[in-house]
């Protein structure tokens, strides 16, 4: 079975800040990999979502990368500002055996303070 | 588009009772998904469909649980009897075709479920 697990569950930093969030996934073997974004009370958000024949996206000051041979994606995000606050959920949607299911991260709460 | 539409937002109900959250996707939408998160367990997959058809339900935790989509604009979760570890947020998510490379899932503002 997958299993995706993110590093650091959380995270406090200032304002101006660039971030680094971590995501690891054990099967490789997967169809595509995205970022979301949780909001207290909400659902989830899509931030960028990266093709296995990928390497990166960007999307203003965020640029993900997927590694997919070591199994690793990061999230990076430059000069940070307090609105960035949110739960920050990694997801891969499994190929081969498992095609089509979602396997979440449990998340990076992130807190921008000014 | 009014976006994925839940409902009721939240729910207090006491063990044994029926519970029924309902769920509108995104007009056009094939695919339609029924998730759980916990503190304990994370966001999972519970069930989906596509165009009405349960396609995967390995994720429904026990016979308590059930899903059906009567027709593409409306599904349910119903979970009969209720027991407090049920407490959780569940959400609805609909895609428009899940197996293209760049399709994502939107989600809905989720269900809080509290079952004493």
């Known amino acids: 079975k997958q299993e995706v697990t993110q590093i650091p569950a959380a995270l406090s930093v200032p304002e101006g800040e660039n971030l680094v969030l971590n995501c690891s996934f054990t099967?490789?073997?997967?169809?595509?990999l995205q970022w979301f974004r949780q909001d207290p009370g909400k659902g989830l958000t899509s931030l960028l979502l990266?093709?296995?024949?990928?390497r990166e996206q960007t999307s203003g000051r965020l640029n993900a990368s997927l590694d997919k041979s070591s199994g690793r994606s990061t999230l990076y995000i430059a000069a940070s500002q307090p609105g960035d606050s949110a739960t920050y959920l990694c997801?891969?949607?499994?190929?081969?055996?498992?095609?089509?299911?979602?396997?979440f991260g449990r998340g990076t709460q992130l807190t921008v303070w000014p | 588009d009014a976006g994925v539409i839940q409902s009721p937002r939240h729910e207090v109900t006491e063990m044994g009772q029926e519970v029924t959250l309902r769920c509108k996707p995104i007009s056009g939408h094939d695919y339609l998904f029924w998730y759980r998160q916990t503190m304990m367990r994370g966001l999972e997959l519970l069930i989906y469909f596509n165009n009405n058809v349960p396609i995967d339900d390995s994720g429904m935790p026990e016979d308590r649980f059930s899903a059906k989509m009567p027709n593409a604009s409306f599904s349910t979760l119903k979970i009969q009897p209720s027991e407090p570890r049920d407490s959780a947020v569940y959400f609805c998510a609909s895609s428009a075709n899940h197996f293209v490379g760049t399709d994502t899932q939107y989600f809905g503002p989720g269900t809080r479920l509290t079952v004493l």
């Open positions: 997801a891969v949607k499994g190929g081969g055996s498992t095609l089509g299911r979602l396997y």
């Open positions: 990266i093709q296995s024949s990928q």
């Open positions: 099967d490789s073997a997967i169809y595509n």
